[in-house]
């Protein structure tokens, strides 16, 4: 089970980049996925998750209406677009999944999940 998030780098505010995350090693469609990003000094925050089912997707209060998450099932690949890019954005994102059911996609961003990938920073300059 390997994750692979890329997608991020240094971004204007105001800019839209994507994000991508990869997976191999098992099929989307079986597993939540979520993105999550730490800024410096700052906690762990559940920013968009994404249900096995495609159709349950939570957002954090801080990108809601600005970002959105999305899967694309026969490249087992979750996106998330970023619009509107605040320098407030700024910290190295990260892409997990998790294959336990009956829980929500709410549920996955409050608590985490169990695979992780590796980050990509994204620094949004005013």
């Known amino acids: 089970v390997q994750l692979q998030a890329f997608g991020g780098g240094l971004v204007q505010a105001g800019g839209s980049p994507r994000l991508s995350c990869a997976l191999s090693g098992f099929p989307l469609g079986y597993y939540a996925v979520g993105w999550f990003r730490q800024a410096p000094g700052k906690e762990r925050e559940g920013v968009s998750c994404?249900?096995?089912?495609?159709?349950?997707?939570t957002y954090s209060d801080s990108v809601k209406g600005r970002f959105t998450i999305s899967r694309d099932s026969a490249k087992n690949t979750v996106y998330l677009q970023m619009n509107n890019l605040k320098p407030e954005d700024t910290a190295v994102y990260y892409c997990?999944?998790?294959?336990?059911?009956?829980?929500?996609?709410?549920?996955?961003?409050?608590?985490?999940?169990?695979?992780w990938g590796q980050g990509t920073e994204v620094t949004v300059s005013s």
């Open positions: 997990a999944a998790d294959e336990r059911t009956g829980r929500s996609s709410k549920y996955f961003c409050d608590n985490g999940m169990y695979y």
């Open positions: 994404i249900g096995n089912s495609g159709r349950s997707t």
